[in-house]
């Protein structure tokens, strides 16, 4: 069995709730949810972690109490952390805007995501049937170098292509899959990418991967608390179900079921406040 290697970002999700989203120019009052840990690398690492998969997480904090107490969290759940401090830039922050129906919005603040180093990529020791999981919320380019660097070890390359941003054609070629939602796989289409493995997300629909499919799990209006990280929980689990070697078929139905779970909680991970 190979580890999950999780290559993205750790950010304090700053959470507010309204009736209803503002439209532009609008001003509504809302109510402070919390701060939570966040970021899409966060979250797919404690969900391949909750998926039973041995987790290394690779990213960066600020120097501040926040990221202190991000880093205390994942190593308290077992992951092994490649998260040196950085003092130029405060951790990332996410400010997020969730509505009476659970639909979000989301701006986030990168901060010291922008300053991964490829060191810790090299420190994480991928090797043969580990699974390097990378999202787009830290550089494309340093993505493209530890996907080349995780192929070279032997690794799979797992892409997340959130949030969108094109990458060189042969980083997408060796990820196996590309994930995308729907409105990422609109942006893909319009571009000259062709990636050779495709998993496309549906939210309540399911999901595909090339000729596998799952359908959504059904779930009462009642039980959906929110959005947030619904799609980071899908891949994480999947990662962690790729790295036990399990088929494509297994793998997505882990993820449609952990993306299910996921949208029945608040916040990007269960128990997750700072």
């Not at 759940?77 to 919005?105: K, R, Y």
Request: hydrophobic share 45%; proline share 5%; with cysteine.
């Amino acid at each position: 069995m190979g580890r999950v290697v999780v290559l993205g970002s750790l950010n304090v999700d700053v959470v507010t709730r309204v009736e209803r989203h503002p439209r532009p120019g609008e001003t509504v009052l809302g109510g402070a949810a919390g701060r939570f840990a966040g970021g899409k690398g966060g979250n797919q690492a404690m969900a391949a972690r909750r998926a039973g998969a041995e987790v290394v997480m690779v990213g960066r904090v600020g120097a501040d109490d926040a990221g202190a107490a991000y880093l205390s969290r994942l190593q308290r759940h077992g992951i092994e952390t490649q998260v040196p401090s950085c003092a130029d830039a405060p951790t990332g922050t996410a400010f997020i805007t969730v509505d009476d129906v659970g639909e979000n919005t989301i701006v986030v603040v990168p901060g010291a995501n922008d300053m991964v180093q490829d060191a810790a990529v090299t420190a994480a020791r991928l090797g043969p049937g580990d699974v390097l999981l990378c999202s787009l919320e830290v550089p494309a380019d340093l993505v493209a170098r530890a996907a080349h660097l995780a192929a070279r070890s032997g690794a799979r390359v797992v892409i997340n292509l959130a949030p969108y941003a094109p990458l060189p054609h042969d980083v997408v070629a060796l990820a196996d899959p590309v994930i995308v939602n729907e409105e990422e796989m609109r942006q893909l289409a319009d571009s000259d990418l062709i990636p050779t493995s495709l998993l496309v997300t549906f939210g309540a629909a399911g999901a595909r991967w090339d000729g596998e499919e799952v359908s959504g799990i059904r779930l009462d209006d009642a039980d959906v608390v929110d959005t947030v990280g619904a799609g980071d929980a899908f891949c994480g689990a999947l990662a962690a179900a790729l790295a036990a070697g399990t088929t494509r078929k297994e793998a997505l139905e882990a993820a449609n079921r952990a993306g299910s779970e996921a949208v029945q909680w608040s916040g990007a991970q269960p128990g997750a406040a700072l």
